[in-house]
Nanobody
Framework: QVQLVESGGGLVQSGGSLRLSCEVS????????MAWYRQAPGKQRELVVVVTSTGYVHYDDSVKGRFTASRDNAKTTLTLQMNSLKSEDTAVYYC????????????WGQGTQVTVSS
């Protein structure tokens, strides 16, 4: 069973930065996409960024130019550098890995809280 562990969340003032990391418990094949989602109180979980094994990166419009994701396939790590944080970025951030060939192989971390104070 693949396990994901997120770290790096916390409290930061508006305009500040945080770096999130997601460590995967075992090597995953190139069939897996890695992604960050977030869920704010009272809202649905939404995609923040997805990174394919080939390095293609897609960001949600709300974070473009402020967030940068990177994937280290050798270490099976996904990081998210978040700059110029806004209060609306406050949410629980979840790491996800999903098999693009068999989407039933879909794994989530426990989430890490990011709180941006205005």
């Amino acid at each position: 069973q693949v396990q994901l562990v997120e770290s790096g969340g916390g409290l930061v003032q508006s305009g500040g930065s945080l770096r999130l990391s997601c460590e995967v418990s075992e090597t995953i094949s190139s069939r897996f996409n890695m992604a960050w989602y977030r869920q704010a109180p009272g809202k649905q979980r939404e995609l923040v960024v997805v990174v394919t094994s080939t390095g293609y990166v897609h960001y949600d419009d709300s974070v473009k130019g402020r967030f940068t994701a990177s994937r280290d396939n050798a270490k099976t790590t996904l990081t998210l550098q978040m700059n110029s944080l806004k209060s609306e970025d406050t949410a629980v951030y979840y790491c996800n890995v999903r098999d693009i060939v068999n989407p039933k192989n879909d794994y989530w971390g426990q989430g890490t809280q990011v709180t941006v104070s205005s």
